[in-house]
């Protein structure tokens, strides 16, 4: 067993389902991102059940892998989808995503990209300041059009993960702070082209503890009421993303405990409730296959330097996040050591995993695992790398869904002075 559903080992092979990755790095060649359709259909599935019988909208959070094919696959299971710009927005509806299913958050969206997302007839605008609103407010008068808004309020909860990624405390850049909602919830009444419909939170990601978001929860509703004393009519609440998953030790609590934490004080009130999640969606769903390109032993350490880098998953170098790395093939033969798996890149943090210990020769293939969210989608071009080609594994089938990206490409843009 590797621990990863959809990725185990037949016969010494790690497969994505039925399929060794062997065969993909053959066919597809490496660096390459495979995904699991079985594993992000029961990703999806168990939040959706877990909300039982409540009216609710799951919106998975695009930025997390924002693929065409993963976007569609979602929308034919019926989610919703988070955007946080017009580029996404555009990949939602051109991926059969339904407009009134899309909430858009985000400290600084633009005139345009509110006039596009207003055009599309979103279901709401997750508004995180006043100026935003003011703006959000003349767009819509401009266009004739009422929008509709959550006000994204800070809940100053301490979400305990790492700080970058950390969103819910007041230091953070983002939401309304959380003493000052009631009173723009009330300017909101003279704003005559915006519609206040709901409330919206969001406090970090990769929680592995239940105990956050229950309290971003309590206050969120303790809000609720407040703005409904008020008299605003409020239809819907946003308890965002952030659920964790498993990369190492980690210990996550399951979908259907998250959603009770969320829904534990909700009791006899009838507004629905929406998600955000991303990573719990995609984030086990999908590897890296990387191959090693050179072995090298000096006196002080043993690295492998991979053909994938940090351009190609950036998590590693950005937060010292830790991936699992799996050998594709396990020999009994091999003497383990202990390596350092590195990528090409001229940098001292492109690297992709730190003292693993691993069977290698040069060729091998590696896998490193939960690559599935924030790894193609923060991918970049440093060092003119074309970024990697993404699969999609389906039983026995293997479907290309992003063609490797070719130099060419790459300085398609630019020109040279006359
Ligand atoms: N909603 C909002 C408003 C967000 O800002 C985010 C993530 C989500 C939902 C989805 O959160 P999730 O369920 O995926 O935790 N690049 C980082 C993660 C950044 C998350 C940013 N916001 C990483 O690789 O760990």
Do not use: W
């Amino acid at each position: 067993m590797s621990g990863f559903p959809s990725f185990n080992y037949r016969n010494a092979r790690l497969c994505g389902e039925s399929v060794p990755l062997e065969r993909i790095a053959q066919e597809f060649g490496t660096p390459c991102y495979v995904y699991s359709r079985a594993a992000l259909v029961a990703a999806y599935e168990e939040f959706d059940a877990a909300f039982a019988g409540r009216d609710h909208l799951v919106c998975y959070a695009v930025k997390a892998n924002s693929n065409l094919a993963i976007l569609n696959l979602f929308a034919r299971l019926g989610s919703g989808f988070d955007i946080v710009s017009g580029g996404e927005l555009q990949r939602v509806l051109k991926a059969g995503g339904d407009p009134q299913k899309t909430v858009f958050s985000g400290v600084g969206k633009q005139p345009d990209e509110m006039r596009a997302a207003l055009a599309a007839d979103i279901f709401c605008f997750n508004v995180e300041s006043e100026a935003e609103l003011r703006v959000l407010n003349q767009v819509a008068g401009e266009m004739n059009k009422i929008a509709p808004v959550s006000l994204r309020v800070n809940p100053d909860v301490d979400a305990k993960t790492h700080p970058y990624i950390s969103t819910g405390l007041k230091e953070n850049k983002f939401g309304i702070p959380f003493d000052e909602a009631e009173s723009l919830y009330a300017a909101s009444k003279g704003l005559h082209n915006i519609r206040v419909t709901g409330l919206d939170c969001h406090i970090g990601s990769q929680l592995t503890d239940l105990g956050p978001f229950a309290e971003a929860s309590e206050k969120m509703l303790g809000l609720l009421d407040r703005l409904e004393n008020q008299g605003l009519q409020i239809d819907h609440v946003d308890l965002g993303g952030g659920l964790g998953i498993r990369y190492t030790g980690e210990n996550p609590p399951r979908a259907r405990e998250y959603v009770e934490a969320l829904c534990a004080g909700i009791g006899p009130r009838k507004q629905r409730i929406l998600i955000e999640p991303g990573r719990a969606l995609v984030g086990n769903a999908g590897v890296l296959l990387t191959r090693v390109e050179y072995l090298k032993h000096t006196s002080h350490r043993n690295f492998a330097i991979a053909d994938a880098a940090m351009n190609d998953l950036m998590r590693p170098a950005l937060y010292d996040a830790y991936h699992e790395i799996l050998p594709v093939h396990v020999r009994d033969d091999g003497s383990v050591k202990t390596y350092q798996v590195v990528g090409p890149v001229c940098e001292t943090g492109d690297f992709l995993g730190h003292d693993r210990n691993l069977a290698l020769s040069q060729g091998d293939l590696l896998a490193i695992m939960s690559a599935g969210a924030y790894g193609m989608s923060m991918s970049s071009n440093y060092n003119t790398r074309p970024r990697a080609a993404e699969v999609m594994v389906d039983g026995d089938q293997v479907h290309l869904i992003r063609e490797r990206e070719s130099v060419a490409q790459l300085m398609a843009g630019e020109t040279i002075l006359p």
